[in-house]
């Protein structure tokens, strides 16, 4: 049995057959920039990009460079309880760029583990027992970052178990303004741009609100940027196109430069300190290989691509460019809802397709029936052009438009022509 049927067999049955049958099974073998290479030599460009973990593309070679130097070294393997030079030098570098307010870092694996380091982090330095998070959101599967996920399959089996926090409409700033006033909240969780909702983009409006709320109510305002930051939208973090600054910032994804895992908590000056005071608690949030030294070595050097000034005017640049083709493309299509877009992340809602044929039942897909099926429609025309492209977690009517940051005009053509004539399809037969 090779690894990819191994795979399918050990590791995800369910998912492995559901791409075997849906023809998703394509046998990826090697990936440069943004293009993937299959076991036939055939090339695809890549617009997932790894969900948000791959801004430099596949094996960016500064990154693969820097790594191999690191190895070279041999750097020793640290332990939880050990001064840790690698993680103090990319706290630093990362506290530089984020703003010096947010003082403190813990350096954890993933994503869903920062988000945990977080929330945990505000219930005991507030003493409070309740997390407030907007409706629509992603922030991992582990338990604590799943009682703050969107309703719907991820957590629909567990409500009984997961912790009891507080769900706000995403956007109603008086809604927040409610759900804090009980004085219990210790944090409002929230994504600038929710992508797995289908790309909804927080106005500054209504973080500038949400900001000056958890203020008067004494809640932190945590910012979950793992799929957001490193550039994603032209900005290293997307909450500095507003202004609008949070007391805790998750990034994670990116920032091992599509390479090696690592996730980053940064905390206002103080916070640590309140949650964590003392010898006995100074260790009691922890991780086994959180700030080891050859995920620092990865991130700073990403840090050092992602955070230059050209780079990201390059990202905004080739985003509005990007959207502009899209708009153009696509926006007087009656199958078209609208096209969402910041930077290199965003999203085309697709209306619901109406013929009856068009529904996951009549492929034999019964426990899908009620899923928007225009999505996939779209991704398949997609495949047949060689394009990687997949929907939003939590709205599968919405295509995601997130490729890496290193994306040429070529591509973009690619997939903006791609895409048009994909809708069109789905206009005369949807
Ligand atoms: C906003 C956001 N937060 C957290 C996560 C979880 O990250 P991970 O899969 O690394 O645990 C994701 C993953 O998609 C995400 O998009």
């Known amino acids: 049995m090779d690894g990819y049927a191994a795979y399918t067999r050990h590791v995800n049955p369910g998912l492995g057959r559901f791409l075997e049958l849906s023809g998703r099974d394509t046998r990826f073998v090697s ?21 948000g973990s791959l801004n430099l593309g596949h094996n960016p070679p500064a990154v693969k460079a820097a790594l191999a130097e690191h190895l070279a070294l ?22 530089a760029l984020a703003g010096e307010e947010l003082e403190t870092v813990f350096f954890s694996n993933s994503g869903a583990e920062a988000v945990e380091a977080a929330i945990k982090t505000a219930l005991l330095a507030t003493g409070r027992p309740r997390i407030a998070y907007a409706e629509g959101g992603y922030h991992g599967t582990t338990l604590g970052a799943l009682g703050c996920m969107a309703r719907g399959p991820y957590r629909a089996d567990l409500d009984g178990v997961l912790p009891g926090f507080r769900e706000v409409p995403f956007g109603d700033a008086r809604a927040l303004e409610a759900a ?10 929230v994504e600038p741009i ?41 900005a290293l973090f997307a909450w500095q196109h507003t202004g609008v600054e949070p007391d805790v910032l998750v990034s ?29 608690r100074a260790e009691i949030h ?16 990403t840090l050092e691509i992602v955070a230059e000034p050209g780079f990201l005017a390059g990202v905004r640049r ?4 990007l959207f502009a083709a899209l708009r153009a493309a696509l926006a007087d299509s009656p199958a078209v809802e609208r096209v969402s877009g910041r930077g290199l992340l965003g999203g085309i809602k697709l209306r619901p397709a109406a013929h009856p044929w068009l529904a996951w039942d009549s492929f034999g897909l019964d426990e899908l029936a009620g899923y928007p099926v225009a999505g996939a429609l779209v991704l398949e025309r997609l495949a047949r052009r060689r394009i990687v492209a997949q929907v939003c977690a939590h709205d599968w009517s919405v295509v995601r438009v997130e490729p890496p940051l290193t994306v040429d005009d070529a591509a973009c053509a690619r997939f903006v022509d791609a895409l048009r004539d994909a809708v069109r399809w789905l206009e005369h037969h949807g």
């Not at 041999?74 to 506290?95: H, I, K, M, Q, T």
């Not at 804090?180 to 969780?189: E, I, Q, T």
């Not at 922890?286 to 050097?301: D, K, W």
């Open 180 to 189: 804090l006033a009980a004085g219990d909240v210790a944090a409002f969780l």
């Open 286 to 301: 922890n991780s086994t290989f959180g700030g080891n030294p050859l995920a620092c070595r990865a991130a700073l050097v």
């Open 31 to 51: 990936g440069h920039g943004g293009v993937l290479e299959d076991a036939d030599g055939g090339t695809w460009d890549d617009w997932v990009a790894g969900f």
């Open 74 to 95: 041999d750097a020793p393997g640290l332990y939880v309880e050990s001064l840790n030079p690698f993680a103090g030098e990319l706290a630093a570098r990362l506290v």
């Open 318 to 321: 080739r985003g509005d460019a």
């Open 252 to 280: 994670a994804k990116a920032l091992g430069g599509g390479l090696v895992p690592i996730g980053a908590t940064l905390m206002r000056r103080g916070l640590w300190e309140r949650a964590y005071p003392g010898y006995l």
């Open 194 to 234: 929710q992508m797995e909702a289908g790309a909804r983009i927080a106005g500054t409006e209504y973080l500038a609100a949400a900001r000056e709320a958890c203020r008067r109510h004494g809640a932190l305002l945590i910012f979950d940027e793992a799929q957001t930051g490193l550039g994603r939208t032209g």
